[in-house]
């Protein structure tokens, strides 16, 4: 069975300062993998994907993050964080066959202004 | 509707009452997921449906918990005799057909239905 997980439970930052968080999954053949954001109040949103080729992926305001095969890993970074950042970020993995994801535990980020 | 509506948003319950949790998926919407998320646990999957497919109920933690879905739409996820451990968020989401998991990831969420259970 696939898990995921996130080593950071809470990371607290300020304004400008760089973000990685990590993310490392157990499955080893081909996977999809994703980083989902929970803002204060709101639902779930997707924030970047990684399904195949370059394995550095952009996503949105800012966030990129990198799969690296050979660590199981898909750190998700920033360059320079704002306080909107604040939010909670879930690591989630698909194998391709199976019909639902497999989420880590989430990090919990405070960006301080 | 505009995204994916849940109800209730609050639902404070007794030991050993019996709990129901609606789900309105994106309209247009097949594929139907149920997960639940505790403090400091993560997203634990539930139950899929897709379509009139017999629905994958692998992530059911006990017989307590059962979930339909009517019509291929509306989907009720139903908690008998609830226990303290059952307090979390329930979370649906729902994507498209041309929107499967293993195509494009993206699974669209309700703001979810939090329970606790006194």
């Known amino acids: 069975a696939q898990s995921v997980s996130q080593h950071n439970h809470h990371v607290i930052l300020s304004e400008a300062a760089s973000l990685e968080l990590g993310c490392n999954y157990s499955y080893g053949g081909t996977v999809n993998l994703f980083w989902y954001v929970q803002y204060p109040g709101q639902h779930l949103q997707l924030l970047l994907k990684?399904?195949?080729?370059?394995?550095l992926v952009k996503g949105i305001k800012g966030f990129e993050a990198e799969f690296i095969k050979s660590k199981f890993s898909f750190n998700l970074r920033k360059p320079s964080v704002q306080w909107s950042d604040t939010a909670e970020y879930f690591c989630?993995?698909?194998?391709?066959?199976?019909?639902?994801?497999?989420f880590g535990s989430g990090t919990q980020l405070t960006v301080l202004p | 509707g505009a995204g994916v509506s849940q109800s209730p948003s609050n639902k404070v319950t007794e030991k050993g009452k019996d709990v129901e949790l609606r789900c309105d998926p994106i309209?247009?919407?097949?594929?139907l997921y149920w997960y639940r998320q505790s403090l400091g646990q993560g997203l634990e999957f539930l139950i899929y449906f897709q379509g009139n497919s017999a629905p994958d109920k692998s992530g059911l933690p006990s017989d307590r918990f059962s979930a339909e879905r009517t019509g291929g739409s509306v989907s009720t996820l139903t908690i008998q005799r609830t226990q303290q451990e059952d307090s979390a968020v329930y979370l649906c989401?729902?994507?498209?057909?041309?929107?499967?998991?293993?195509?494009?990831?993206?699974?669209?969420f309700g703001e979810g239905s939090r329970l606790t259970v006194l």
């Open positions: 989630a993995v698909n194998d391709g066959s199976a019909r639902q994801l497999t």
């Open positions: 309209s247009g919407h097949t594929a």
């Open positions: 990684y399904f195949s080729g370059d394995p």
């Open positions: 989401a729902s994507s498209s057909p041309l929107q499967l998991v293993g195509l494009t990831g993206e699974l669209f």
